[in-house]
Structures are given as C-alpha cells and as structure tokens.
C-alpha cells in the first residue's frame, strides 16, 4: 500500500489521542505521513505573519493571544516528544471548522481522522459536532471515532450505499484499506417495504457497482428498516462490522437531516465518509 498522508486536528484532548491511535492501527500495514494541526481559534481581527508576530485591532490584547500560542506550541511539541519527530504539527490561527478543511485542501491530505464526542440534542440541530461538519463540507475521507479503537483487526469493511443506478465512486482510500488488510466488503442496502421482486433487482444492482468499482472480495445484504440510521445499528448488532464506510452527498445541516452525520453522532464505530460524484 502506498504511503497515506494524513491530518490529524487536536485540541489535546482524549479524542484527538484517539483519533493518533486509530492512524497507528493503520500504520502497521503502510507508510503513513502524519500531521497534527491545532486552530487557534481567533476573531478574524486576529492575524499572524510568516515570522510569527501577531497583529490585531487594538480590541484584543496581543499578549493574551502571544500567550494562548505559546501554550498551543508548548503541547504540539510534547506531542512530538510522546510520539516521536517523525509527526508533523502545525499551529494555524482562525475558526476551527474552516480553518481544518483550508488547511487540508490546500496541503492536499489523503485522509483526515477525527476523535469525536459526538452531539445530541438542540446542539446537534444548530451546529452538530465538527467531525459532523467536516463530514458535511470536506471533499477529503473523513475517518471519525468515539473511542479508543486501537485494538481493532480491520478485516469487515460495511460499505453503506444506495445502489439504484450503479456507477463508479470515488473510492479510493477504500481500496487502500482492502489491500492493505485484506479485507471483505460488505455491501449495505437499507429498504423499505420493497417486494422481492425489487429486492431482487437491488441485489443486481449492487453486483454491478462491485463490478464498476472493483470491489472483488465482497458480499451482498440487504435490510429493511425504517431509515438508514437504524438499518445500520440494527445491521452492527447482528454482524459485527470493523469500519463502516458510507457516502454523503454533503447535504446536512438544520433543514436535511444527514444519515452520514447521524451515524458519526450516535454510533460508536469508526466511520470513513467520502463526497459521493
């Protein structure tokens, strides 16, 4: 498997060691080159130049933020310390959602790893968790997790889809991950109240999206249920899944309730999304 490059946002908490073990699990059947990247997240009145020094409005007091960054630095290179030279890290002031995917897009990442709590409730409505976000706006796999998974043996990989009118995915990093571990794809198809003549005509369908897609070692399943989120869980109870891998089309939000961003919310398994074509 060729090297993958991968970003890995931390605000020093549980979650982003998290998110490092998960890429150490992936790490030991491939090259990784991996980055930390820690947001300063500041006013837009807050700026800083290529040597450093930081500039703002005269409303904020410099030396808060001189002190803010100075702490910031301090932890990204004790993570360098914990975890060797060999990581990357990255200091990069602005708004936390907006600055990860600038900085993934422009620095061109193959994957990007998030350690999540999750949200519920009215946050989850107005906001949601930034792994929910990135999912959202990202055209970069986002591999997110609740907890520490550095036990897992990646060998079942569920691939959630719609395959009504199959066509080639941008599914690169999962064909990565096949390789690398030797893993068997598990196609997903939740439905609702189909007869079996349809359910016949999906299992068609999905055959002729492994086909398209290269997907050789694989099997066909088919569920109904009464949405997606609960297809899936219901699915994870009767055959334990290592990854689940599943498409958005980038939709979520207040008005569109996103399967995608519910599972990254509410379930606890590691889950790639990716930007469906």
Do not use: W
Not at 30 to 43: A, E, G, K, M, Q
Not at 49 to 67: A, L
Not at 184 to 199: F, N, P, R, Y
Request: charged share 20%.
């Amino acid at each position: 498997m060729e090297s993958l490059k991968i970003l890995i946002p931390t605000d020093f908490s549980v979650q982003a060691e998290f998110a490092y073990l998960m890429v150490k699990k992936l790490e030991e059947k491939t090259s990784i080159d991996i980055h930390f990247l820690h947001v300063l997240n500041v006013p837009d009145t807050v700026s800083m130049d290529s040597r450093g020094d930081i500039q703002t409005c005269g409303e904020i007091d410099v030396n808060f933020i001189v002190q803010q960054k100075e702490i910031a630095e301090r932890k990204l290179d004790n993570l360098k310390v914990l975890y060797g030279n060999h990581i990357n890290v990255h200091l990069v002031f602005g708004k936390t959602t907006d600055t990860i995917l600038d900085f993934s897009n422009s620095n061109s990442f193959d994957l990007i790893v998030m350690g999540t709590k999750g949200a519920t409730g009215i946050k989850e409505i107005l906001s949601g968790s930034e792994a929910q976000i990135i999912a959202r706006r990202s055209k970069i796999p986002l591999l997110s997790l609740m907890c520490d998974r550095s036990d897992l043996q990646i060998q079942n990989v569920l691939l959630v889809h719609n395959f009504s009118n199959p066509k080639k995915e941008g599914m690169g990093l999962m064909h990565k991950l096949i390789k690398a571990f030797n893993t068997k794809v598990h196609l997903l198809q939740i439905t609702s109240g189909k007869v079996e003549s349809e359910l016949e005509m999906v299992e068609l369908d999905m055959k002729h999206f492994a086909e398209l897609n290269d997907i050789v070692n694989y099997e066909c399943h088919l569920i109904n249920d009464k949405d997606v989120e609960n297809g899936v869980v219901h699915y994870n109870q009767m055959n334990n899944m290592d990854i689940i891998c599943i498409g958005t089309h980038g939709k979520g939000g207040l008005f569109h309730q996103s399967a995608t961003e519910k599972l990254i919310n509410h379930l606890f398994k590691p889950i790639i999304s990716f930007h469906l074509n």
